[in-house]
């Protein structure tokens, strides 16, 4: 038999992640014995778990503790965190550590190292006294990649106890729900990041602009409320179209009525970009002169177009080297607060996988699937209002005062 001891602590017993640490111990086949476990006895004080996990082999433990890690699971025997020296550029050695989206912590030479630029689906990466996550594709040969599971420290987020604020919305997703409370919660959250100079990011789909939510956007955007907009070449094209035709699709938004001719009116708002050198250069000329796009070059606001293989034109704008595109998303979303994603489950899962855990991230969508897949990704601190994204941004806007 195999064992080894490991240690929790945090809010475990009303964020789940004591049902999930015993969970985690049966489902491969192992036995836990709990040594010692102090429950916090006020809403601030955390609970503390000590117990042994025994398995038949030393394969199936080393199973076990892999996935007691990211539950917040420290092992106790107090070594160092374990590297090697990739052999070649883009690759990890075969053991290394994968990330999660939660604050990670190693030790070297006993002293623990934050782990900077957080995100999941990466590697941790050693450089004398200061570690970070890194994608695969960034590792360089040479580096020290950190391998195993000795040596590391997860803390998770914890449901917050005071009930107030984000976790109002900690639940399961649905539809029967009151709208106007949760705009009004969304509403207060916005006010208080930007009362305290934090960034919020736009997660958005063409869905916006369908919806006939774009003028709301804008007016959020033109208010102060969105520091950073990432979207794809869609949501864009339909904007500018918008713009300049007063359809999305070929649709007119006030009547909702199919506009005759109205389905080249997308490729005519790109020809228009194109042939002005750019978006800019198409505001500068009074080519556009509304729109989400418009209020976000002429407020100074960073916005990013990641493209696809169905794309249209593409816009001069959108970045269609999808590396490239990634890596100016995450920059983007540097010291970013809250995130809203509205109505777009491609871009809405790619920055999801971005993001460390300590972001408040809500999910508008009239598709409850779509925020079960960011929570199925790792995104646990997601939480959803399912309902229609352009009633969603007038009630959001009228809340605001934008």
Same mark, same amino acid.
């Given at each position: 038999m195999a064992s080894e001891v490991v240690e929790a602590s945090g809010h475990l017993i009303?964020?789940?992640i004591l049902n999930g640490i015993f969970d985690t111990v049966i489902r491969?086949?192992?036995?836990?014995?709990?040594?010692?476990?102090?429950?916090?006895?006020?809403?601030?004080? =955390?609970?503390?778990?000590?117990?042994?996990?025994?398995?038949?082999?030393?394969?199936?433990?080393?199973?076990?503790?892999?996935?007691?890690?990211?539950?917040?699971?420290?092992?106790?025997?107090?070594?160092?965190?374990?590297?090697?020296?990739a052999d070649r550029d883009g690759c990890a050695p075969l053991d290394f550590y994968s990330t999660t989206n939660h604050e990670t912590h190693v030790r070297r030479s006993g002293q623990w190292l934050a782990v900077a630029d957080q995100r999941m689906d990466a590697a941790i990466v050693v450089d004398g006294e200061h570690a970070s996550c890194r994608k695969?594709?960034?590792?360089?040969?040479?580096?020290?990649?950190?391998? @195993?599971?000795?040596?590391?420290?997860?803390?998770?987020?914890?449901q917050d106890r005071d009930r107030h604020g984000f976790a109002f919305m900690s639940n399961e997703v649905s539809s029967e729900r009151r709208v106007e409370a949760a705009v009004a919660r969304v509403a207060e959250m916005m006010n208080a990041v930007r009362a305290e100079g934090g960034k919020i990011a736009i997660v958005a789909g063409p869905v916006v602009v369908h919806t006939g939510g774009a003028p709301y956007l804008a007016s959020l955007i033109r208010s102060g409320f969105v520091q950073v907009l990432l979207s794809g070449n869609a949501l864009a094209v339909h904007d500018?179209?918008?713009?300049?035709?007063?359809?999305?699709? @070929?649709v007119n938004l006030e009547t909702g009525r199919s506009v005759e001719g109205g389905h080249h009116h997308h490729m005519r708002a790109i020809n228009a970009v194109r042939r002005a050198g750019g978006f800019s250069q198409a505001v500068a000329q009074d080519i556009v002169k509304s729109g989400i796009l418009y209020e976000c070059q002429?407020? @100074?606001?960073?916005?990013?177009?990641?493209?696809?293989?169905?794309?249209?034109? =593409?816009? =001069?704008?959108?970045?269609?080297?999808l590396i490239e595109a990634q890596d100016r998303y995450a920059a983007s979303l540097k010291g970013v607060t809250l995130v809203l994603m509205l109505a777009s489950m491609l871009h809405g899962i790619g920055v999801g996988n971005m993001l460390p855990s300590s972001v408040r991230v809500v999910c508008i969508d009239i598709n409850p699937a779509v925020v079960t897949k960011l929570g199925d990704r790792?995104?646990?601190?997601?939480?959803?209002?399912v309902t229609d994204t352009g009633l969603f941004l007038r009630q959001l806007a009228e809340q605001l005062g934008a």
């Open positions: 009303d964020s789940g491969h086949d192992a036995s836990f014995e709990v040594i010692r476990f102090t429950i916090g006895r006020t809403n601030a004080e =955390p609970s503390l778990l000590s117990m042994r996990v025994t398995a038949s082999t030393d394969e199936i433990l080393r199973k076990v503790v892999e996935n007691l890690v990211p539950l917040g699971c420290l092992i106790v025997s107090g070594q160092d965190v374990m590297t090697r020296a695969l594709r960034d590792i360089r040969k040479g580096d020290a990649v950190v391998c @195993g599971v000795e040596g590391i420290r997860v803390v998770p987020t914890f500018i179209e918008f713009a300049m035709f007063g359809t999305s699709l @070929g002429r407020n @100074g606001i960073d916005y990013v177009l990641a493209g696809s293989i169905r794309d249209d034109g =593409p816009l =001069p704008e959108t970045i269609m080297d790792g995104s646990s601190q997601t939480v959803g209002i």
